[in-house]
């Protein structure tokens, strides 16, 4: 099972608009609606930031929004603050491992 | 309130032994998937492997199959992250976090440093 692939940075000024792509197969992004997407600051854990592609989990702003077609998944950061500086990582469902679960590479989020 | 509560960093030798553990509260224990995540330096997450509490049902990735043991103790609560033989590239931050039914990760430990150096 191979990871899901992300680009490995990604940057914008304050107030862009800046995606991340999360690209997989038919077998885990394409087959499923069970995308999530994660924030991860320096050393703290992992938030879920979206999930079932496009559901923002409670309290996340709604600059955040979530896409998918075929077999990519996106992650929108609208108006981006400088508080958005992270690293990000989509997880989906897979069926082709018995983990259930496929993460991605992760993108670095810069706020220029 | 669901937590998950990992245990403190260790510092350990090359061959020792380790074991981490991730306490759960807040809902039932046996009914939801609990995952392992390794993040080395620098590096992105990682799964390790899965457990079902419920019915101890453990799923290893295949680069970590062999390389350490993943359990579960119902009557605290808490599942285990554990190596026989501890090498230098085991030092990494290692999270526990629970699986939904619609196989998003909800809640995740704080993190446990493991570092092994001579």
């Known amino acids: 099972q191979s990871a899901l692939t992300q680009p490995a940075s990604v940057s914008g000024s304050p107030g862009q608009s800046i995606t991340i792509s999360c690209t997989g197969t038919?077998?885990?992004?394409?087959?499923?609606?069970?995308v999530s997407w994660y924030q991860h600051l320096p050393g703290k854990a992992p938030k879920l930031m979206i999930s079932?592609?496009?559901n923002r989990a409670t309290g996340v702003s709604t600059r955040f929004s979530g896409s998918k077609s075929g077999n990519t998944a996106s992650l929108t950061i609208s108006g981006l603050q400088a508080e958005d500086e992270a690293d990000y990582y989509c997880?989906?469902?897979?069926?082709?491992?018995?983990?259930?679960?496929?993460f991605g590479t992760g993108t670095k989020v810069t706020v220029l | 309130e669901v937590q998950l509560v990992q245990s403190g960093a260790e510092v350990k030798k090359p061959g020792e032994s380790l074991r981490i553990s991730c306490k759960a509260s807040?809902?039932?224990?046996?009914?939801?998937?609990i995952g392992w995540v390794r993040q080395m330096p620098g590096k992105g997450l990682e799964l390790m492997g899965i457990?079902?509490?419920?019915?101890?049902?453990?799923r290893y990735s295949p680069s970590f199959q062999g390389q350490v043991t993943i359990s579960a103790d119902k009557s605290i609560s808490t599942a285990y992250l554990q190596w026989s033989s501890l090498k230098a590239s085991d030092t990494a931050m290692y999270y526990c976090?629970?699986?939904?039914?619609?196989?998003?990760?909800?809640?995740w430990g704080q993190g446990t440093l493991g570092t092994v150096s001579s």
């Open positions: 997880i989906s469902y897979t069926s082709s491992s018995t983990l259930l679960s496929v």
């Open positions: 038919s077998s885990d992004v394409g087959g499923y609606k069970y």
């Open positions: 079932g592609f496009s």
């Open positions: 807040g809902y039932t224990f046996t009914t939801y998937w």
């Open positions: 457990i079902y509490p419920g019915d101890s049902d453990t």
């Open positions: 976090a629970r699986l939904t039914s619609y196989y998003y990760f909800d809640y």
